[in-house]
């Protein structure tokens, strides 16, 4: 079985091929394979690489995507672990290592859009857009279709680590996706509690200057 094509005809049997055959290092691999193809143009628009080669702006991509799946990778086995007990789950981490890189082979699939619009459009696609309200430098109806189609992967995507969680605590994957939606929440409750600390700490220091 080949988990870069059977996820999509046969994600559980996938899931289940990958839990049971795969070593963490398939985690490594499918993440790198990820941040090639998503990684080449996650600072499309930002601006942040200007005046560099369009090389080097890509390499550098990869490498910050890169490190960053590997990160997030440890923290949403240990959260995905942690919270699905809490629903009644009996996975373990050593396990969740291995099937929380499955959601990632679907952004793979992406590559070959991605690249096209590197080749199409170069360096101007990571410069700071100036035309279409200021949202992006391709034309907007590329860019609708771009972001659909991201959008659509993204969406099947929660579908697999819905299931990979539900797969490893052996509960359904609506439960699963009861998982990522409370650490999804936990988040966003962490956020606005820091948004509002550093907005009170602004107003203080303008009212003692004041």
């Known amino acids: 079985m080949n988990p870069l094509l059977s996820i999509w005809s046969q994600p559980t049997k996938t899931l289940e091929y990958i839990l049971e055959k795969k070593s963490v290092g398939y985690g490594f691999f499918i993440f790198l394979l990820s941040a090639i193809s998503t990684g080449s143009v996650a600072f499309a628009t930002t601006g942040i690489f ?26 949403n086995a240990a959260l995905y672990t942690w919270v699905g007990k809490w629903l009644g789950g009996r996975g373990k981490f050593s396990d969740m290592i291995h099937i929380t890189p499955a959601p990632a082979i679907t952004a793979i699939w992406l590559a070959p859009m991605n690249f096209l619009l590197i080749a199409v459009y170069g360096s101007r696609l990571f410069e700071i857009p100036t035309d279409n309200l200021g949202i992006t430098n391709l034309p907007l109806g590329i860019y609708f279709l771009q972001n659909l189609i991201t959008i659509g992967f993204g969406i099947y995507g929660t579908v697999i680590a819905c299931k990979g969680v539900g797969l490893v605590h052996g509960f359904s994957a609506w439960r699963g996706l009861g998982v990522i939606a409370i650490i999804v929440g936990i988040f966003i409750v962490i956020g606005i509690v820091l948004a509002l600390t550093i907005g009170v700490i602004i107003i203080s220091m303008f009212s003692t200057i004041g």
């Open 50 to 75: 200007g005046g560099m080669p369009l090389a080097l702006i890509i390499i550098l991509s990869i490498i910050i995507v890169y490190g960053g799946s590997l990160i997030g990778w440890v923290i």
